[in-house]
C-alpha cells in the first residue's frame, strides 16, 4: 500500500524529536545521523507535491514501522522492508525506541528479498535508501535495483556511514567512500552528484568511544561513562567544529558518514 502523507508540521517536529533523542542519539552517540535527517526533510521540500517515493529500509528492528517516512510527508510514500532473512532472529529488539506517543507509527508496505522486489520499472521520483546498503549481501542487485525501480530523471539517495563497528552480525558486509559509492552509481546508470559529509575525525574518537565503553565491566562502564558525556563528548564535538581540515596532507579528510543523491538518465 502507498501512504500519501499528510502530517501536520507539530507532528513531524515531534517524530523528528523523538528520531534525534531516542533513536539516533544525535545529541550523544551519533551526531552523523543529522545528516540523514536533515538531507530528507531538504528533498522532501525540494519535490513536487505528490511524488512518488520508495523507502528501502530495516523496519524489522522497529516493529515494521518506517523510521524515515514521516519525513517525507506530501507525496506517496511506499516503504519496503529489505532486512536480511537472517535477521528474524533479532526481530524487533529496537521496537521500545519507537514506543512513544511522538512517534508517527507508518506501518512498511512489504518485506521483499532485494533479488525480488515486486516494485514496478521506472515507479519513484525518488528512491530513497538510509543506512542500508552495507547491510545487504548482493551489492549488485541491491544497486540494480534502485536504478531500476527510479524513474529517468528521478534520483536515489544513499547515506551510509564510513565509520562503524561489526554489528547485526552476520548481517554487515562492507564499507564504502563516497568515491567508491558513486562509481556503483555510475556502473548502474546513475549519474553521482556531490556527496554530502558529516563529520570528521575527533567525531570519530568520540563514536569509538561510546562503543569502547561497551566492553568495559558495569561497575569500570559507569564511572567512565559519567567522565566521557561529562567532560569528553562535547570537547571532541567543539574540536570537531574548530578544526575541519587536516593541515598536513591535502586531499585526505575523515568524516564518519556521507551521503550520495545520484540521478537516472534519461533515455535520448
Known amino acids: 500500500m502507498t501512504h500519501i502523507l499528510s502530517i501536520s508540521e507539530d507532528k513531524l517536529r515531534k517524530h523528528l524529536s523523538l528520531l534525534r533523542e531516542q533513536v539516533f542519539q544525535t ?9 540523514l535527517l536533515n538531507d530528507l526533510i531538504r528533498l522532501a521540500t525540494e519535490l513536487k507535491d505528490g511524488s512518488s517515493v520508495v523507502t ?14 514521516p519525513l517525507l510527508r506530501g507525496h506517496r ?5 529489505c532486512s536480511p532473512r537472517t535477521a528474524d532472529e533479532r526481530a524487533d529488539y529496537n521496537s521500545n525506541m519507537v514506543d512513544d506517543k511522538r512517534f508517527i507509527a507508518i506501518q512498511i508496505d512489504r518485506r521483499v528479498d532485494i533479488h525480488d522486489t515486486g516494485l514496478p520499472d521506472d515507479l519513484a521520483d525518488l528512491v530513497v535508501v538510509p543506512n542500508l546498503v552495507h547491510h545487504i549481501a548482493d551489492q549488485a542487485a541491491l544497486f540494480g535495483e534502485m536504478a531500476r525501480i527510479v524513474k529517468p530523471g528521478g534520483q536515489v539517495y544513499v547515506f551510509e556511514p564510513l565509520v562503524r563497528e561489526l554489528h547485526q552480525i552476520p548481517d554487515d558486509f562492507i564499507r564504502y567512500t563516497p568515491y567508491g559509492l558513486a562509481e556503483m552509481f555510475r556502473n548502474v546508470g546513475l549519474e553521482p552528484q556531490e556527496p554530502r559529509m558529516e563529520g570528521g575525525p575527533f567525531s570519530v574518537i568520540a563514536y569509538c ?8 565491566p558495569d561497575e569500570d562502564r559507569e564511572q567512565m561513562a559519567k567522565w566521557f558525556y561529562e567532560e569528553e563528548f562535547k570537547r571532541l564535538m567543539t574540536m570537531d567544529s574548530h578544526y575541519p581540515d587536516n593541515r598536513v596532507r591535502d586531499s585526505t579528510c575523515f568524516p564518519m558518514s556521507f551521503s550520495l543523491e545520484g540521478v537516472k538518465q534519461r533515455l535520448i
Request: proline letters at 3%; charged letters at 15%.
Open 27 to 35: 545529541a550523544t552517540k551519533w551526531p552523523h545521523f543529522n545528516l
Open 56 to 69: 528501502l529500509e530495516r523496519s524489522l528492528l522497529y516493529g515494521g514501522y518506517s523510521l524515515v517516512a
Open 77 to 81: 510514500v511506499t516503504a519496503v522492508d
Open 209 to 216: 568511544w561510546t562503543q569502547a565503553l561497551e566492553y568495559l
